[in-house]
């Protein structure tokens, strides 16, 4: 299984980017998929999930509003769009999978997730 995570890049305060996250050995259609973020000196935090089943969206606080999370079931990929971005996102971006629905009160936790991609660095300059 692999998980490749793209789309970072560097982008200006109030700017936008999407994040690309495709999977090779594994089919999402039953599963959960999460998007973390690991900022410089700071523990990696809870960003956004979808899990494919009920096909519902959960976000972390600091994104409601201004990232949503949604799929390509053709392409087993799922994105990450950013608006409205601020400094305090910048980070490097993890995609995470888990091979069967995640129960909702666990989409945060990191330990809910058995794969992981390799990051993609988002930088918001002020």
């Known amino acids: 299984v692999q998980l490749q995570a793209s789309g970072g890049g560097l982008v200006q305060d109030g700017g936008s980017l999407r994040l690309s996250c495709a999977a090779s050995g594994l089919p999402f259609s039953s599963g959960t998929v999460a998007w973390f973020r690991q900022a410089p000196g700071k523990e990696r935090e809870f960003v956004a999930a979808f899990r494919w089943s009920g096909t519902s969206s959960h976000y972390a606080d600091s994104a409601k509003g201004r990232f949503t999370i949604s799929r390509d079931s053709a392409k087993n990929t799922v994105y990450l769009q950013m608006n409205s971005l601020k400094p305090e996102d910048t980070a490097v971006y993890y995609c995470?999978?888990?091979?069967?629905?995640?129960?909702?009160?666990?989409?945060?936790?990191?330990?809910?997730?058995?794969?992981w991609g390799q990051g993609t660095e988002v930088t918001v300059s002020s």
């Open positions: 995470a999978a888990a091979p069967r629905r995640v129960i909702v009160s666990a989409v945060s936790f990191q330990t809910s997730y058995a794969y």
